[in-house]
C-alpha cells in the first residue's frame, strides 16, 4: 500500500467510515492500484466472490420529451422525424416477446412524455403483469414520479401507492445526475426537479416499502468535490432508509468534452466503493465501459455487471461502446475468467437458480 493513502487504509482496515476529505484524497490520488486494492477488500467482506447479472427486457415507450436538458441526446420533440411512442397493444407485444428469454425484469422506462398521465401507466404495467405475472417490474425515476404527482395534483406518495398497488416492483436512480445546482443549471436542465428533491422523493418511496438504485452521471464539468458531496448525501438516505439496492456511476460524454477514460472510469468505481460503506452492491455499467474494461472493474470494487438485454433506445443514443446485446453464456464466460462466481439476480438482488 502506498504511504499516500496509508491514513485511508487503516480506516477501511478497521471499519471507520471515511471522511469528505478522504474521499477527495481517492479521486485526487494516482495511486490506482492501491485505490483498487482497498475497494477489492471491502468488496470481498460484503458480498464475497459472487458477481451478479440480471436478466432484462427494456421497454421503451417514448423518447419525446417535455424537457430540453442540454446534455440529452434521447429526448425529441413531438414533430422530430424520428420521435417515437409505443400505443398500449405495442407494449403489450414487448411483454409476450420478454417471454423468449425467460427473464425475471422488465425495465419500462422512456421521457416526460406531455400527452401521457398516471392512467396510461398504470395501464401499461397492468397489461405487462397479465403478460408476464411472475416479472418484476423496475420503471420510472423521481424525476417523472414528481411530474405524475403534479399532473395529478397529490402528493408523492400517493403516486408511489398507486403505482405500487399496481405491480411496480422498483423505480429507477434516473434523474440523479451530478446534485450540485451549479453544475445542474450549467447542464441546462433547469426543468428536472432538483437533486434535494430527487433525495426527498427516494426517501419518500423508500419509507413506501419500494427499493431503487442510486446513480451518478459523471465526466461532464464537475468537480471532485461536487462527486463526493454526492456520495455522501446518497450514503446519508441510505443510513435513514436502507432503501437503496446498488450504486451506479457511469459516464457520459458532453458536447466537445472529451469523455472519461478508464483509469477514471476504474478510480470512481473504487472510490464509490470505499465511501459507500453502508451499500451492498456497486454497479458496473459494461455497455458504457465496455465487456473488458468492465471485467477489469471487478477488481476495483463492483460487484455486479448490470443486465444482458440491453434493448433500450436511452443507452444506445447516449454513446453505448457495446451492442445491446450481450448473451447469458458470453456474461458467464467474462466473469469466470475474472476468477469470480457468476450468479444471476432479479431487480432486488435475489440470486436466481
Known amino acids: 500500500m502506498g504511504f499516500e493513502l496509508k491514513d485511508i487504509a487503516e480506516k477501511i482496515e478497521s471499519g471507520e467510515r471515511l471522511s469528505k476529505e478522504d474521499g477527495l484524497k481517492c479521486l485526487k490520488s494516482n495511486d490506482l492500484l492501491s485505490l483498487g486494492l482497498m475497494a477489492d477488500s471491502v468488496r470481498k467482506r460484503k458480498t464475497g466472490d459472487i458477481v451478479t447479472f440480471v436478466g432484462n427486457h427494456h421497454i421503451c415507450y417514448s423518447n419525446i420529451c417535455i424537457n430540453s436538458c442540454d446534455y440529452c441526446s434521447f429526448g425529441r420533440k413531438t414533430d422530430d422525424p424520428d420521435a417515437f411512442t409505443l400505443t398500449l397493444d405495442q407494449i403489450r407485444a414487448e411483454a409476450i416477446e420478454s417471454k423468449k428469454g425467460t427473464v425475471p425484469e422488465i425495465l419500462f422506462m422512456g421521457s416526460i412524455h406531455p ?59 434516473g434523474g440523479a445526475e451530478i446534485f ?40 461532464f464539468i464537475e468537480t471532485d468535490e461536487e462527486r463526493i458531496d454526492h456520495l455522501i448525501a446518497l450514503r446519508g438516505l441510505q443510513d435513514k432508509t436502507k432503501g437503496f439496492t446498488h450504486f451506479l456511476p457511469f459516464a457520459f460524454a458532453w458536447r466537445n468534452l472529451p469523455s472519461p477514460a478508464g483509469y477514471d472510469d476504474l478510480k470512481m468505481l473504487a472510490a464509490s466503493r470505499l465511501m459507500l460503506d453502508n451499500f451492498n452492491h456497486i454497479r458496473s455499467y459494461w455497455c458504457h465501459l465496455g465487456l473488458e474494461l468492465a471485467q477489469v472493474s471487478l477488481l476495483f470494487g463492483a460487484d455486479d455487471l448490470n443486465g444482458l438485454k440491453q434493448k433500450g433506445r436511452i443507452i444506445h443514443s447516449s454513446g453505448a461502446v457495446e451492442s445491446q446485446f450481450v448473451k447469458r453464456e458470453r456474461m458467464i464466460d467474462v466473469i469466470k475468467r475474472a476468477r469470480r462466481i457468476p450468479r444471476e439476480r432479479d431487480v432486488l438482488f435475489n440470486l436466481i437458480d
Open 115 to 173: 400527452d401521457f398521465f398516471l392512467e396510461f401507466f398504470k395501464e401499461a404495467i397492468k397489461i405487462i403483469k397479465s403478460e408476464v405475472p411472475e416479472i418484476k417490474i423496475l420503471a420510472f425515476s423521481p424525476v417523472e414520479i414528481d411530474h405524475f404527482a403534479k399532473q395529478e395534483k397529490v402528493s408523492v406518495n400517493e403516486i408511489l401507492r398507486c403505482l405500487k398497488t399496481t405491480g411496480l416492483s422498483a423505480i429507477t436512480g
Open 180 to 219: 450540485s445546482q451549479r453544475v445542474r443549471k450549467e447542464l441546462g436542465c433547469e426543468n428536472k426537479i432538483s437533486g434535494d428533491r430527487w433525495l426527498e422523493i427516494m426517501e419518500a418511496a423508500h419509507l413506501e416499502g419500494i427499493a431503487s438504485n442510486a446513480s451518478m452521471l459523471y465526466g
